[in-house]
């Protein structure tokens, strides 16, 4: 093991690779390591050719590592507007995979080195992968060239993953800042599309909640809920509301998930909490896990739903703008989970309201859910229960979810759709 500086880590490894290139990875959500981005940027022929694997988050992330030099490549399971360039210029490769796929696919694909962030070494020389665990597992288990930045900033969970630090090959003891998130300003609306999901979220349920504004909108209205407990990919700082109001149980996995983002006061009250768990996708994002959590209710969004109840939330227009992410995985979980509800929440239109949410039929391409996955869906107009209706009926209750002056051309699109089929 050798102890070095991100700059002299870097000009190591591609000494190691010999300038051929090579395949690395990069810890995403909140451990994102980017003192190796900035060393990069001092020393840009040491990325020539690299290609940066990983599983960063649009809105969390924001490094396009594919843009550390002319060669550089990278792939990943989100497209977002960070490394939208490299997407267009052809040298970010997206991988349309679920969280669940993309376990397997880190798991196996050919790789030469990774970059993480840990903790400091405990009094046995393990450290903590921090309050985001997600994917490192399937990495760290490989026999690949192991980089760590040792964080003293960064907080260990109570119940968190741990690696010892005697697996890596060089270590970089540098204090960073904790990677921030918030969604910014709630639109009203969204206070609306809350309250007709609340409806359906019962005592003692188990909720997932994406990330983004809908998820704290849904968060924000459970203040007088019993013994709920979460099973999420990630959490967000409303949580924090929801456990001093009472509303979440009390117990040692009242809190199961992969990643914390959000606010410094969120990181260290949830990585203080023995309620709660930080484990990797291949627990949060399991299907056979899921299915099997009593009333899991797993909240999402989307950016259009059309009348056969396909959803698209990866592309606006013909622009991709994002992944599948977990969407299908926690829908899918909770759609066989007894007393399971699979919920998708969005606006109901966008452009001031002259553009619907409720489109006749997604355009070529753009489905991320099938129609057999869609169940509840809500918006400010209310929400309908899709599950046993014909195709007739689901149309119906989704032009009811639609806004006011889209329903008119919306019936009429139907019809002609329908005389067709």
Request: with cysteine; net charge negative.
């Amino acid at each position: 093991m050798i102890y070095c500086d991100p700059d002299q880590a870097i000009l190591r490894l591609a000494q190691q690779l010999k300038g051929t290139g090579g395949r690395v990875f990069v810890a995403g959500g909140g451990v994102e390591p980017l003192v190796f981005a900035d060393a990069y940027r001092r020393n840009p022929e040491a990325a020539a050719h690299l290609t940066f694997i990983g599983a960063a988050i649009p809105g969390v992330n924001h490094t396009d590592w594919a843009s550390l030099h002319p060669t550089a490549k990278s792939e990943g399971i989100f497209v977002g507007a960070d490394w939208r360039g490299s997407f267009e210029a052809g040298r970010f490769s997206l991988l349309p995979q679920a969280y669940s796929q993309a376990w397997s696919w880190l798991a196996a694909t050919p790789l030469d080195a990774v970059l993480v962030q840990l903790t400091r070494p405990d009094a046995d020389g393990y450290c903590s992968l921090g309050p985001s665990v997600d994917f490192q597992p399937a990495v760290l288990a490989r026999a690949v060239l192991r980089i760590a930045h040792i964080n003293p900033n960064l907080v260990a969970p109570t119940r968190g993953h741990k690696i010892a630090l005697s697996q890596f090959d060089m270590v970089v003891e540098e204090a960073a800042d904790h990677v921030a998130y918030h969604p910014g300003a709630l639109d009203p609306s969204f206070a609306e599309i809350a309250r007709h999901v609340q409806c359906h979220i019962d005592d003692g349920a188990a909720l997932q909640v994406g990330l983004g504004k809908m998820g704290f909108a849904v968060l924000q209205t459970l203040t007088d809920r019993k013994n709920l407990t979460i099973h999420s990919g990630m959490i967000i700082d409303p949580v924090m509301g929801l456990m001093d109001c009472g509303a979440i149980a009390d117990g040692p996995d009242a809190i199961v998930t992969g990643i914390a983002v959000g606010s410094a006061q969120l990181i260290a009250r949830m990585s203080a909490s023995s309620n709660i768990r930080f484990t990797p996708v291949s627990e949060t994002h399991n299907y056979d896990v899921l299915s099997a959590i009593p009333r899991f209710t797993a909240i999402n969004s989307a950016l259009e739903l059309d009348l056969f109840g396909q959803a698209n939330a990866e592309f606006l227009g013909s622009r991709q703008i994002s992944g599948i992410g977990g969407l299908t995985d926690f829908l899918r979980g909770a759609g066989r989970a007894p007393e399971g509800k699979p919920i998708i929440a969005l606006n109901a239109t966008a452009k001031g309201g002259t553009v619907s949410r409720i489109v006749p039929r997604l355009a070529q391409g753009a489905v991320s859910v099938p129609r057999n996955d869609v169940a509840i869906v809500a918006t400010e107009f209310g929400s309908a229960d899709l599950r046993g209706l014909s195709i007739d009926a689901r149309a119906q209750a989704l032009i009811g979810l639609a806004a006011p002056q889209h329903r008119d051309g919306l019936e009429q699109d139907w019809r002609l759709m329908r005389s067709l089929i």
